[in-house]
């Protein structure tokens, strides 16, 4: 992290360097002290930017591939629960921090009680009705209620696909869970913190699925391992969840990763469910930003060789859909077990960490299993080395590369504003030590000269502005066109729910027309849990990842539509720059220096991040059964009111075959309304990403572009009639004026000395390690 934290703390002393030269300009009585503001704003955003910018590395993979493991292995420490159950769709944030501390924040009652509706559509046995209000756990009728109706489900409904059923788990899991948290919860999300010796407790809700459901983030600092404070490392849910949900939340936070590590487990090897995931991480776009851990175990292996002919074909696997993927081979438990050890012989000594509920601590068992290990060495050699290997890759990526890209940006408006502050401060020390007369007729040729550069100003900003409505209409029809319910994405939706083939067997092999004489509502169920997981995993699996590759090319769009906007404007600015310098020729005054870097547009990530720009989260997509429950729970009502008036008026009641044909009507209906949901949540969806993120990014896009062509303006238009006002009315002492621009002259060379030092060392450093 040597070369991270030189780039970084250069560029922050700098800026404060450049901003305590603006604050010496405000002590010579009577200057214009408005000069500097907009150069002031620039570094002030620059420091910023620097001081807040966070790396994020996404780490996943299967469920029971190791991750949790892994992450505790990069922190030396047990801190994250190992093994939370499935049912959960929690992202755990991990930072390196000055202390212990969990920070838990809790869902709101209008997501709880979403979440519970969205399960409790078509339950049996729930005696509710069209027109009853929405269900809100803080009742204790509605509680009840549904506690009922669960207890009457039959067996055969409690599971799916050789599993217990995902929604009965999740709802089941909200009543439990209820009263141990219902104090903490409010119509607001809450955030509970948990430090130093209370810590631990964060692993009471993770590990506790009653308890985890109610999470919506969970957030850690942890206050050793080699990690560096401005990287945040997340700890995914299994990529191969059940609940298409989890998938569509791993999406999102993907979406604002760096780095993707994917551990995979050298027990099982390349799943299909592997193949499946990254090949969806492929569709989004970012499968160049992924790195290969494999995690082995030294118990499943016989040999270094074996492990070797796994680790080969595990790669010929994987490079079928990443060419040439970077892969590592280390025991994610045995770092572990060797950090804690570490950690523990050092704990007699005074100068030893706090240790919190035993977070080093090894126990009888498991140092019996380190001392084993210990003495394989051909496998803890070579996880020591891979773990090396691994780090120096990763922190070449999170680091060199990553730095070089932002510093870059900064360094060079860093260097225009520099060069022209340094530009201000010749001109007014040779304005001072001259006569006024000559200072006089060389203010009228530079106000003349900044008039010109004033209008060029207003061209920029009215091309800009402009470009930007240009731009707003293309993406906006980009947008429409892509969502279009007739030819767009939605149209694989479509296709996808007409098409499915319900099964019309029960879990017990019946079919859907004895069953449905005896329990129509439980058929309907049945089908309609089947069927809503089917759309949700191709939601997730197939369309989430078409509207991300979709979004980052409108992404690319945006910028290079407002970079191109830069191009004439830097040759314009270019020549005024000759003819400025030509008068200051004239009057034997030192030139700008004209040595201008291309513009270019800051990274996109950090413009988002700075600007606190978020893409609407992916599972907002999925969230379309409002409307669904109404008309299905209508059809069936209607149904079932049939059955009950033929049996009053003892008329009898449809044969097997009529049941069978009005299920089959219900899930025809439900299709149909499914449709129509969808088709609403897709437009819904489309207004939000226009609105509240692509024209917002446009917006921020030409923000920052305009500060940028401002910076290299402002040399030329920076107001420098008032000391020679000062000079001519007798109101400013010369020699006090004169000593402290010597000062910030000094100072300005400094910084200037700062930044070319900067140049070359960004590129002595930017040479991959072996």
């Not at 680091?399 to 260097?415: F, M, S, W």
């Not at 005054?589 to 950090?606: M, N, S, W």
């Not at 209607?638 to 089959?664: D, G, H, M, Q, W």
């Not at 000062?726 to 010597?742: E, G, P, R, V």
Request: with cysteine; glycine share 4%; net charge negative.
């Amino acid at each position: 992290m040597d070369t991270y934290h030189f780039l970084k703390n250069e560029l922050l002393d700098i800026t404060r360097e450049m901003s305590a030269l603006f604050s010496n300009v405000k002590t010579i009585p009577g200057m214009n002290h408005h000069s500097f503001n907009g150069w002031e704003k620039t570094c002030d955003n620059i420091h910023q930017q620097l001081s807040e910018e966070v790396i994020r590395v996404a780490v996943v993979g299967p469920i029971k591939s190791g991750k949790s493991t892994f992450v505790n292995s990069l922190f030396n420490g047990d801190y994250l629960k190992r093994g939370a159950g499935v049912v959960t769709s929690i992202v755990t944030r991990i930072r390196r921090g000055q202390s212990l501390k969990a920070s838990l924040c809790f869902k709101s009652y209008d997501d709880i009680n979403a979440d519970i509706e969205q399960a409790m559509v078509l339950l049996p046995s729930l005696n509710r009705q069209a027109g009853d209000h929405g269900f809100d756990i803080r009742k204790k009728e509605d509680r009840e209620t549904l506690e009922q109706a669960l207890g009457n489900l039959k067996a055969d409904l409690l599971i799916s696909n050789d599993t217990r059923n995902m929604n009965s788990v999740l709802l089941t899991s909200y009543l439990e869970g209820y009263e141990k948290v219902k104090d903490v919860l409010s119509s607001d999300t809450v955030i509970r913190e948990y430090e130093g010796d209370s810590f631990a407790m964060h692993k009471d809700f993770v590990g506790d699925d009653t308890l985890a459901v109610y999470l919506r983030d969970v957030q850690l600092e942890i206050h050793t391992g080699e990690v560096d404070s401005n990287i945040e490392i997340a700890d995914c849910q299994g990529s191969d969840s059940p609940n298409p949900l989890h998938l569509a939340m791993i999406q999102d936070y993907l979406l604002l990763t760096h780095l993707i590590v994917y551990v995979i487990s050298s027990r099982t090897g390349v799943r299909q469910a592997d193949i499946k995931f990254l090949s969806i991480i492929k569709k989004m776009g970012i499968i160049d930003n992924i790195l290969f851990v494999i995690n082995f175990d030294f118990n499943e292996h016989e040999s270094e060789d074996d492990l070797n002919a796994l680790v080969e074909k595990i790669r010929a696997e994987v490079s079928l859909i990443k060419p040439d993927p970077e892969i590592y081979t280390l025991s994610g438990l045995f770092n572990l077990f060797s950090a804690k050890k570490s950690r523990s012989e050092k704990s007699d000594s005074p100068e030893s960490d706090f240790n919190p509920a035993g977070f080093y601590d090894l126990s009888p068992k498991d140092s019996l299993r380190l001392a084993q290990w210990e003495k394989e060495k051909a496998f803890s050699d070579l996880s020591a080395q891979e773990t090396k290997r691994f780090e120096s890759y990763f922190n070449h990526k999170l680091t060199t590369e990553r730095y070089a890209l932002l510093c870059k940006n900064h360094l060079e408006r860093l260097g225009v504003i520099s060069s022209g502050v340094e530009h201000w401060i010749h001109i007014n020390t040779d304005i001072l030590s001259g006569d006024a007369h000559n200072a006089n007729e060389m203010i009228k040729k530079i106000k003349r000269h900044q008039k010109k550069m004033n209008q060029i100003k207003a061209m920029t900003e009215t091309t800009l502005n402009g470009t930007v409505k240009k731009v707003r209409h293309t993406v906006k029809a980009d947008i429409d066109r892509f969502f279009d319910t007739r030819s767009g994405i939605f149209t694989g939706v479509v296709g996808f729910i007409r098409n499915y083939n319900v099964s019309y067997y029960d879990n017990g092999g019946n079919s859907v027309g004895s069953l449905a004489s005896a329990d129509f509502s439980n058929s309907m169920y049945l089908m309609f849990q089947e069927f809503k997981q089917a759309v949700d995993s191709f939601m997730a699996e197939t369309i989430n990842p078409d509207i991300i590759r979709f979004i980052k090319e409108e992404e690319k769009k945006i910028r290079e539509s407002l970079e191109s906007v830069a191009e004439p404007y830097e040759v314009m600015v270019q020549e005024a720059l000759d003819e400025y310098n030509k008068i200051m020729e004239r009057f034997q005054l030192a030139p700008i220096q004209g040595d201008q870097h291309k513009i270019e547009l800051p990274d996109t990530e950090l413009i988002k991040q700075t600007t606190e720009l978020k893409f609407p989260p992916m599972a907002a997509s999925m969230r379309y059964s409002a409307k669904i429950k109404t008309e299905a729970i209508m059809h069936f009502g209607f149904y079932t009111a049939v059955r009950l008036i033929k049996k009053l008026f003892k008329k009898p009641v449809e044969n097997e075959a009529e049941s069978s044909l009005a299920l089959k009507k219900g899930v025809s209906r439900l299709k149909q309304e499914t449709e129509k949901a969808t088709a609403f949540h897709f437009k819904d969806y489309r207004e939000n990403i226009k609105f509240q993120y692509v024209f917002r990014l446009v917006e921020a896009f030409s923000t920052i572009l305009y500060d940028i062509l401002l910076d290299r303006l402002h040399a030329h238009t920076t107001d420098i009639s008032e000391i020679v006002n000062l000079i001519n009315k007798k109101q400013i002492d010369k020699h006090a004026a004169s000593q402290l621009l010597k000062d910030m002259e000094l100072a300005s060379r400094g910084i200037n000395t700062r930044i070319e030092t900067l140049r070359e060392k960004m590129e002595i450093s930017d040479i991959r390690p072996n």
